[in-house]
């Protein structure tokens, strides 16, 4: 018999790799976590999600914090605003005056297509903006403090500003440079920017614990997104951190949004682990969740599945990529988000 080629032997093991099913990530456990308690956070991309996740369920979303972030439906489904106006603004660009943005919500939640916004005046708003920021300009979270303060009374809203951040997670001692834009977009900015927003949207907290004790758990992200996650730029898999203590009893829900460029199929685990979320979940009974993107540059296959988006940073949809009800409890990102939460609040599996 005449021996096989190393070509053909690659073939044959390429062919069979193909056909073997890849390991199964684990489901999303139940924990039975207060949801009435969720609150969310984002940079970046991630700001703008945390905000229309806010707005969208604001019944169940008791308070946000943005880095980096502008008002809810700035980009009004246009690629063109949100790289410009919403980010930007210039001359040519301005950004969509507050008003408009706000009468554009109002709109929406007449229509029931997020929750009512009187729903926003028991909820609590943390923002942060970085003067050397390069990408979001401070103007744009200014828009967004005015925007919250049409909703939400005085006590409950706050900006912090740095004249020496740029534009990433801002921590007390992980990633590059405070002043700098580049990956993993974790700046060293001697700030906990993650306790700091915690406190303020959940009240005073204990310290943060000296070492996390609790897990990090990798699950099936696909289960939410109607089997389908990159179809809608979401990765298969998400992470999760869940303390010890909330293996065993029921605790408040945090939400981390990456920005773009900032999942794991761009820098691995950094902001998993290092955003400066999981120690104060460890001393103050939080699940942080961690949901994941991907980046897609057009048409593209899945299990025999055709869909085409245009996201090649791997950014959250805040313009559209996903649909015209991106902003709104329809939108696919949002319910798959939600999704998640209300599973973590699903009672235990004794």
Same mark, same amino acid.
């Given at each position: 018999? &005449?021996?096989?080629? &190393? ?43 945390? @905000? ?7 019944? @169940? ?12 439906? $700035? ?48 909820? #609590? ?6 003067? &050397? ?14 925007? =919250?303060? &049409? ?26 440079? $405070? ?5 993993? =977009? ?66 408040? @829900? ?9 999942? @794991? ?47 090649? #940073? ?6 559209? =990529? ?29």
């Amino acid at each position: 018999m &005449r021996p096989l080629s &190393r070509i053909t032997c690659l073939a044959a093991v390429a062919a069979l790799a193909a056909a073997t099913p890849a390991l199964a990530t684990d489901p999303l456990p139940a924990y039975g976590a207060n949801v009435a308690e969720t609150t969310v956070s984002g940079i970046s991309s991630g700001g703008y999600m945390a @905000v229309q996740f806010h707005v969208a369920h604001s019944k @169940v979303v008791k308070g946000v914090g943005v880095l980096a972030g502008g008002p809810y439906y $700035c980009a009004q489904g246009n690629l063109w605003t949100a790289t410009n106006n919403c980010t930007r603004p210039g001359r040519w660009t301005p950004l969509p005056s507050v008003e408009m943005l706000a009468a554009e919500a109002e709109a929406l939640a007449r229509g029931e297509l997020i929750d009512p916004l009187a729903g926003l005046a028991a909820t #609590r708003v943390w923002l942060f903006s970085g003067g &050397r920021d390069e990408v979001v300009q401070p103007s744009v979270v200014e828009a967004l403090e005015r925007f =919250y303060r &049409r909703f939400v009374p005085a006590p409950g809203v706050t900006l912090v500003r740095n004249p020496y951040a740029g534009h990433g997670m801002i921590t007390l001692d992980a990633g590059v440079a $405070c002043d700098l834009t580049a990956a993993p =977009y974790l700046n060293d900015c001697d700030y906990d920017a993650a306790g700091e927003l915690l406190a303020f949207l959940l009240g005073a907290l204990e310290p943060p614990a000296a070492k996390e004790s609790g897990r990090i758990l990798r699950f099936d992200q696909k289960a939410f997104a109607g089997g389908d996650a990159f179809a809608i730029s979401m990765a298969d898999s998400g992470f999760v951190y869940v303390p010890r203590s909330c293996e065993s009893e029921p605790c408040r @829900v945090h939400v981390a949004l990456h920005g773009c460029r900032m999942s @794991v199929e761009a820098i691995g685990e950094k902001f998993v682990r290092e955003a400066g979320y999981n120690r104060w979940a460890d001393s103050n009974r939080l699940i942080v969740l961690y949901p994941q993107t991907i980046a897609r540059n057009g048409a593209g296959f899945q299990g025999f599945r055709w869909s085409f988006v245009f996201n090649p #940073r791997g950014c959250w949809d805040w313009w559209g =990529y996903t649909g015209p009800q991106y902003a709104t409890k329809a939108g696919p990102q949002i319910r798959a988000v939600k999704a998640m939460v209300d599973r973590l609040a699903a009672p235990r599996v004794r």
